[in-house]
């Protein structure tokens, strides 16, 4: 249970920093560096699809290292 707000957390601080609501620059954010993609999507798309992909892996990865702990700690499973 602990890891769901992880995932939870990096994707609502890249969208408030995307909306221009969190993290400011010059640190960087994903959601930063999806919204100065955004003008220029369809020169440089690798420019969106990096962090785009760095949030989906980051969260997942996440997720799946909870399901990992839940199945390995939880007394309640059989094998």
Same mark, same amino acid.
Request: aromatic share 6%; charged share 15%; net charge negative.
């Given at each position: 249970?602990? =890891?769901?707000?992880?995932? &939870?957390?990096?994707?609502?601080?890249?969208?408030?920093?995307? #909306?221009? $609501?969190? +993290? &400011?620059?010059?640190?960087?954010?994903?959601?930063?560096? $999806?919204?100065?993609? &955004?003008?220029? $999507?369809?020169?440089?798309? #690798?420019?969106? /699809?990096?962090? !785009?992909?760095?949030? +989906?892996?980051?969260?997942?990865?996440?997720? /799946?290292?909870?399901? !990992? $702990? #839940?199945?390995?700690?939880?007394?309640? =499973? =059989? #094998?």
């Amino acid at each position: 249970h602990a =890891t769901v707000p992880i995932p &939870q957390a990096i994707v609502g601080d890249d969208v408030l920093s995307f #909306r221009g $609501l969190g +993290v &400011q620059p010059p640190p960087p954010s994903w959601g930063v560096m $999806l919204q100065y993609a &955004q003008s220029d $999507l369809l020169q440089a798309p #690798r420019l969106a /699809v990096y962090p !785009g992909l760095a949030i +989906v892996l980051a969260a997942l990865a996440f997720n /799946v290292l909870g399901d !990992g $702990l #839940r199945d390995i700690l939880d007394p309640r =499973t =059989t #094998r």
